[in-house]
């Protein structure tokens, strides 16, 4: 018998518990640094150093951060379900736990691409220095989409959300366009479950919506509860 398939949505939320650091909460900084300063293409051609160093700090973040109870619940549906899983988030921590079906939107952090051809991308964990070019001699950039430029996989991501049987939302206030608007791909009736200790929805917005208002780890107990 097929599995149900589960289509996770996940936000900064999930990743605040093991100690990554968000802007959503900060009124638009991250880190210290404006987001406009550190995450558009306007901010990369003024000051291309900074950014450079704004994101080999944030690379170098990931390897004093471990995944966390909620990462590894979302693994754990893997033996009953047919999880994938759509995420916000430029982190591993994902895939560090195990889970094996994660589409960033994104972009990731240990990873670059080449500024003369999109598709040109490279593993990374070190620093990102000016000079360091692709083979095609352009110099390399975070592999992160930035405000104001297209999501390469948002298609993708609406094509993997209409399939879904049951929706989990964690840690993301789903207003963030376009990746808001992958809510509104799934069928109708489905379950859906949103897990945030200060949910942005009412269940007078979508049929069968059960609100976990709860950080992530302990949200996941809960829900791994239901759904097992």
Same mark, same amino acid.
């Given at each position: 018998m097929n599995k149900k398939q589960i289509v996770v949505l996940t936000g900064a939320g999930i990743s605040a518990e093991s100690g990554i650091k968000t802007f959503r /909460?900060?009124?638009?900084? $991250?880190?210290?640094? =404006? #987001?406009? %300063?550190?995450?558009?293409?306007?901010?990369?051609?003024?000051?291309?150093?900074?950014?450079? /160093?704004?994101?080999?700090?944030r690379r170098k973040q990931l390897f004093e951060v471990k995944p966390n109870k909620a990462h590894y619940l979302l693994r754990s549906l893997e033996e009953n379900y047919d999880v994938q899983i759509i995420t916000q988030n430029v982190d591993d921590l994902h895939e560090r736990a195990g889970s094996n079906? #994660?589409?960033? @939107?994104?972009? &990731? @952090?240990?990873? #670059?691409? *080449?500024?003369?051809?999109?598709? @040109?991308?490279?593993? $990374? /964990?070190? =620093?990102?220095?000016?000079? =360091?070019?692709?083979?095609? =001699? *352009?110099?390399?950039?975070?592999?992160?989409?930035?405000?104001? %430029?297209?999501?390469?996989?948002?298609?993708?991501?609406? &094509?993997?959300?209409r399939t879904a049987d049951i929706i989990i939302i964690i840690g993301t206030s789903m207003q963030v366009y376009p990746a808001a608007n992958l809510i509104y791909t799934i069928k109708s009736g489905i379950p859906i479950y949103f897990i945030d200790p200060k949910p942005s929805v009412s269940k007078n917005q979508f049929k069968n919506l059960t609100i976990i208002a709860e950080k992530a780890t302990i949200g996941m107990k809960k829900l791994c509860k239901i759904l097992n």
């Open positions: /909460d900060a009124d638009g900084l $991250w880190e210290g640094h =404006d #987001v406009m %300063e550190v995450a558009t293409p306007k901010g990369w051609n003024k000051n291309t150093e900074l950014v450079l /160093d704004f994101y080999n700090q079906n #994660v589409l960033h @939107l994104h972009g &990731e @952090l240990r990873k #670059v691409r *080449s500024t003369a051809d999109e598709s @040109l991308v490279y593993n $990374w /964990d070190k =620093d990102l220095n000016l000079d =360091d070019n692709c083979k095609k =001699d *352009s110099q390399l950039r975070p592999h992160i989409v930035w405000f104001g %430029e297209a999501v390469p996989n948002l298609t993708l991501a609406e &094509e993997i959300t």
